[in-house]
Each structure stands twice: as structure tokens, then as C-alpha cells.
């Protein structure tokens, strides 16, 4: 599952705002009919201000425009039935009118052309999306395979959280990382080590030979930041956090290196159980303060068995009290199905426990082992 599933998701606002202007105008013709049948000691006229600015609100330019000029015409009838368009008082309601016609018909233009900026940040991180984080396929070897990415921030779409998946000669690896820290800084790191991973990936034989490389890749631009990289940021504050996995097609088990990540989850028979590490390794990029062995451990991963991948952003987003996501609990209580099910249920009760705003980005990426082809 991915953002590009909300693509044409704006589209229905249009046909909404065309529906939304019957309230300009009705407001219009009961503010004309009541100024006109009111004592002559009462004028409602005023009232009309409302209509161009509430369409200002939700309405292009020329609309607002639009019931700028019918407020006005209303207020010029009122206006010839009440007295005359020579009344000093209708001529200064005719006058204001026009006036915060314009005014707010300015502003109708600025919203567009903000929203229209909006739009074309949505396209671009989507774009950004399609390239850093590709969707693996449903089915690559023996796993079947469904991720996700929620953005904390609603129009960025995209941060420093990361996964990937490679094919190798004998298996299929998987990356799920993150990067401390947000904006682009987050972003170029994210597509650091998605690049690196993608390019060793299918050479390096042994899984922590290419965890070497990756914290290599990290370090190395860690250390000669450029211009591009916020000098504010001292050493030791910029890592990632990184879970590897390598799962043999022939083999009903995984090798996993852990780099200061939040455990994988494997769920067999409705039980969870974290894969805990004995030694995990720091986050890529800390090696410098601390030597580091990415030491690979293996654990069972049978046909049938689930294993979830993903980032602190999942555990640590709150509900209004305060708690955190109980992932391990709602895993278990899942119902059951593959893996884009499990994805689909765990985001939809994620975004539910937390009101529907995230603190932090969050990925994951569900496995699940396959019966080997001809078995």
C-alpha cells in the first residue's frame, strides 16, 4: 500500500464548491427580501458583505467576483424600491460593498494560488516516493510481501524513514531504516542509504559485508557533510537506525543484522514475539565513537509465518491519553489473511489509536513465507 492510492483524492472538493454556493446566494435573496419588506428605520443591507466573503472561502476568483456583483445588484434594488440610489445611506452600503467585493476577491485569488502551490508540492512527493521508495512486488521468491509509509506531516508525504527489497542468487533481502532528524537533510539520507543498499545488495555475498558498506556509505558522507547538510548538527546526532534481513528461498529461516532498530515481529499461530537480538549493532553512522560487529543472528521463519518490519514512529504515536500503539497486542488480535491485509488493518488501527495525526513518519513491510515452488 502507498500514497499513490490518494492521487484524484482532491478532486472531489471542486464538485463540492460548486454545491457550497447556493449558500452565498440564498443568503443574498433572504437578506434582499427581508431589507425590503423591513420598517424604513431597519436596513439589513450590511448583511450582504457575508456573501462574497464566505464564498471567498471555499470559491475561485471569478466566483467570489460573481457574488460580489449579484450582492451589489441586490443592494442597488433595495436601494431603488426602499428610497433612491441617490440615498446617501444606500450609496455608502453600495460603495462598501464594492469595495470588500474586491478586497476579498484578492484574497480568493491568493487561496487559489496557494492551494495550486499545494498541489504541485503533493505531485513532487509523490514523484520522490515513486523513486526512493519503490513498492516491492507482491511476490519476490519465496515471501509474499505488502508495505506502507504514513507521513507525519500530511503534505510532505515522504521523511526518513525508509525499506527496500533486493533479489539475490539465493534469497531476498529487505531494508527497513530510519533517520534521525526530518525535512530534506532526512530525506538525502534516507536516499543514501536506499541507494547504497540497492547497489550492494545483489553483490555482497555475506549480510554483514553489506551492512559494512552501508554504515561505510553513512559514515563517509556523515563526515564531509557540504554545504547541504546543517553545520548546527554535531557528530554523533545523525544516524540511522537500520533492521537488514536476509530470507534464503531454500531455508525456512532468516538471518537478521540489527542496527539499533525496533525488533521485527513474527506472527505464527496468532502469537507475537519480537526478534531480539543478543548483540545488536549501533546505528549506521556511529561507528566512529564505538567498533562495531554486525553480527548476524538466525531465527525460525516457517511457511505461513508473518514477519513485520518497521519504524518508531509505529510504537511511539499516542492516543489523547497519552499511550502508546500497542503493535505487538494488535498484531495478535488481527484476524488473519496475507500480508497487504495485515498492512491495511494495522495502518487503519494506527491512524484510529492516534486521532488520525502522527508524531513521527512510520513504515512497515509485512513477510510472509511461501511454500518453495513445487512443494
Known amino acids: 500500500m502507498d500514497l499513490r492510492r490518494l492521487r484524484g483524492a482532491h478532486r472531489w472538493p471542486r464538485r463540492a464548491n460548486r454545491a457550497l454556493v447556493a449558500v452565498p446566494l440564498l443568503l443574498i435573496l433572504v437578506v434582499t427580501v427581508v431589507d ?7 436596513h439589513l443591507g450590511p448583511f450582504l458583505v457575508a456573501a462574497p466573503a464566505i464564498t471567498a472561502s471555499f470559491g475561485s476568483p471569478r466566483m467570489t467576483a460573481f457574488i460580489g456583483v449579484v450582492a451589489v445588484l441586490a443592494q442597488t434594488i433595495v436601494a431603488v424600491m426602499r428610497t433612491s440610489l441617490t440615498d446617501l445611506n ?3 452600503q453600495i460603495t462598501a460593498l464594492i469595495l470588500i467585493s474586491a478586497f476579498v476577491t484578492f484574497f480568493a485569488y491568493r487561496r487559489e494560488r ?17 523513486v526512493l521508495l519503490r513498492p516491492p512486488p507482491e511476490r519476490i521468491g519465496a ?29 531476498t533481502r529487505i531494508i527497513v531504516g530510519d533517520v534521525r532528524g526530518k525535512g530534506l537533510e532526512a530525506i538525502g539520507d534516507a536516499a543514501l542509504v536506499l541507494g547504497a543498499f540497492r547497489a550492494a545488495a545483489h553483490r555482497q555475498a555475506k549480510l554483514p559485508v553489506l551492512v559494512a558498506y552501508l554504515e561505510g556509505a553513512v559514515s563517509s558522507d556523515l563526515t ?27 531455508e525456512s ?22 526478534l531480539e537480538v543478543s548483540q545488536s549493532a549501533l546505528p549506521l553512522g556511529l561507528t566512529e ?37 500497542p503493535l505487538a497486542e494488535r498484531m495478535s488480535s488481527w484476524p488473519g489473511g496475507d500480508p497487504d491485509a495485515l498492512v491495511q488493518y494495522l495502518c487503519g488501527d494506527l491512524m484510529a489509536h492516534s486521532g488520525g495525526s502522527l508524531g513521527d513518519d512510520a513504515a512497515m513491510v509485512a513477510l510472509q513465507r511461501l511454500p518453495a515452488a513445487g512443494a
Open 36 to 42: 425590503v419588506l423591513a420598517p424604513p428605520d431597519v
Open 90 to 92: 444606500h450609496s455608502f
Open 114 to 130: 496557494h492551494e495550486r502551490e499545494l498541489t504541485q508540492l503533493r505531485s513532487v512527493a509523490e514523484a520522490t516516493q515513486e
Open 143 to 171: 515471501l509474499r510481501i505488502a508495505s506502507a509509509y504514513l507521513a507525519a506531516e500530511a503534505e510532505a508525504q515522504i521523511g526518513g524513514d525508509l525499506y527496500a527489497v533486493a533479489r539475490t542468487a539465493h534469497g
Open 224 to 250: 564531509d557533510p557540504g554545504p547541504h547538510r546543517n553545520q548546527r548538527i554535531d557528530k554523533g546526532e545523525a544516524f540511522v537506525t537500520a533492521a537488514v534481513l536476509d530470507v534464503p528461498d531454500t
Open 253 to 274: 529461516a532468516l538471518q537478521l543484522v540489527n542496527c539499533g532498530h525496533p525488533p521485527p515481529l513474527l506472527l505464527r499461530d496468532r502469537r507475537v514475539s519480537p
Open 289 to 325: 565513537f564505538a567498533r562495531s560487529d554486525f553480527a548476524v543472528e538466525s531465527f525460525p521463519f516457517e511457511v505461513g509465518d508473518i514477519v513485520l518490519l518497521y519504524t518508531d514512529g509505529i510504537i511511539e504515536a499516542r492516543d489523547s491519553d497519552g499511550a502508546f500503539y
